[in-house]
């Protein structure tokens, strides 16, 4: 028998050996790969939990400032309704304090009238009293005047009697 035939089981066991270290080799190596991969997936895993955490939390405030700018938008639009209503008065009273002034630039111009009127009456009036004082004292005059006559001509009519009876 030849080398190879003796030797034949010891081949077969270093080919035996060897197939088994090349299996157990790859088992190892892909078990460390594997085991990489695991962790490389679990590091993955946590990244992408985390990430939806905070894809949750960017939604959560996203929906908060939507709703605050909605609230916001609503307060600007109730603001400018309450403007433009607050501009509408100012115009409306800025137009009745306008008639205002013009009523009372009116009447104070009526009173001032009024009052020259006044002076011009009291004027006319002390006038018409004086004169009436005067002509009340001309009418005693007058009257004293008459009273004097009259007694001359009771006077005359007595005389005249008196030498017409007698």
Same mark, same amino acid.
Request: hydrophobic letters at 30%; proline letters at 0%; one cysteine or more.
């Given at each position: ?29 892909? !078990? #460390?790969? +594997?085991?990489?991969? %695991?962790?490389?997936? $679990?590091?993955?895993?946590?990244? *992408? =939990? ?50 205002? !002034? #013009?009523? +009372?630039?009116?009447? %104070?111009?009526?009173? $001032?009238?009024?009052?020259?009127? *006044? =002076? ?47």
């Amino acid at each position: 028998m030849s080398y190879l035939g003796k030797h034949i089981n010891l081949i077969l066991l270093l080919v035996l050996l060897l197939v088994v270290g090349g299996i157990a080799g790859t088992t190892v190596f892909y !078990q #460390q790969v +594997l085991s990489q991969r %695991t962790t490389d997936y $679990e590091t993955t895993t946590n990244t *992408l =939990a985390s990430c939806e955490t905070q894809l949750a939390n960017y939604k959560d405030q996203l929906q908060r400032r939507e709703s605050e700018l909605n609230n916001t938008a609503q307060d600007i639009q109730k603001y400018d309704r309450i403007y433009e209503s607050c501009q509408a008065e100012l115009i409306d009273t800025k137009q009745s304090l306008d008639e205002r !002034q #013009q009523q +009372l630039t009116s009447v %104070t111009l009526q009173k $001032e009238q009024f009052k020259a009127r *006044l =002076a011009q009456v009291q004027s006319e009036l002390d006038q018409a009293r004086e004169l009436a004082g005067r002509l009340n004292t001309r009418i005693s005059e007058l009257e004293d005047d008459i009273d004097t006559l009259q007694s001359r001509i009771n006077s005359c009519e007595d005389q005249l009697d008196a030498c017409q009876g007698g």
